[in-house]
């Protein structure tokens, strides 16, 4: 069965900081791969995507995230994060030919002035 | 991108009362999905939706307690049933994004307390 296991819970960071917020997956067959960020009091809003080909996919606000599949991973990262970063970051994993979204247990990114 | 519309954006209920969930889509679509999100956790899968015929839940929800309505390929609704504290929840739907894309949408959720 799949399983996806984000490592930190909460991950405080200064502003201007880099950041990288760990996601581990579990799958016997290949597998899409997502980033969603949920911001206070809001729904989910897709960060970004891997589905096929190059394994770096980057997102319209600097952050970027690379599939690893020797490691099974999807990582996130930012350079350098602003405090409108705050908020919680989904990873989650679909099976190629399955509808089933599989989400972790979500990473708090809180900004620090 | 689908456009998704869900209401009630957030509601304070008695236990034992019920509520109903409703989620519009801008698009007709195949298959829709209710999950739930408790305090502090990430989402779980409640059941995906079909139109046209009867929802397939997930491990642990049953349709005595969330039934799911799928009368055409554009709206949705779920009920939550017998409501006691432990319902308290957000609960979002999600619908897959129209091929070629390939990915899911979520709606703003409602967030739900009962007391």
């Known amino acids: 069965a799949q399983s996806v296991t984000q490592l930190d819970s909460q991950v405080p960071v200064f502003e201007e900081a880099p950041v990288e917020l760990r996601c581990n997956y579990s799958?016997?067959?290949?597998?899409?791969l997502f980033w969603y960020v949920q911001y206070p009091n809001q729904g989910l809003q897709l960060l970004l995507k891997?589905?096929?080909?190059?394994?770096l996919v980057e997102s319209i606000n600097g952050f970027e995230a690379e599939f690893n599949k020797s490691q099974t991973s999807f990582h996130l990262r930012k350079p350098s994060v602003h405090i409108s970063d705050t908020a919680e970051y989904f990873c989650a994993v679909s099976d190629r030919g399955s509808e089933k979204l599989v989400f972790g247990k979500g990473t708090k990114l809180t900004v620090n002035p | 991108s689908a456009v998704i519309s869900q209401k009630p954006s957030r509601d304070i209920c008695q236990r034992g009362t019920s509520l109903t969930i409703q989620c519009q889509v801008d698009s007709q679509v195949t298959m829709m999905f209710w999950y739930r999100q408790q305090p502090g956790q990430s989402l779980t899968l409640i059941a995906t939706?079909?139109?046209?015929?009867?929802?397939?839940?997930e491990s642990g929800f049953v349709i005595d307690k969330f039934p799911i309505s799928r009368p055409n390929l554009t709206f949705s609704t779920l009920t939550v049933s017998n409501m006691s504290p432990e319902d308290s929840s957000i609960y979002l739907c999600?619908?897959?994004?129209?091929?070629?894309?390939?990915?899911?949408?979520f709606g703003s959720g409602t967030r739900l307390t009962v007391v």
């Open positions: 891997y589905l096929s080909g190059s394994t």
């Open positions: 999600s619908v897959e994004d129209i091929p070629p894309s390939i990915g899911y949408t």
């Open positions: 799958s016997s067959v290949s597998v899409y």
């Open positions: 939706a079909n139109q046209g015929s009867e929802a397939t839940y």
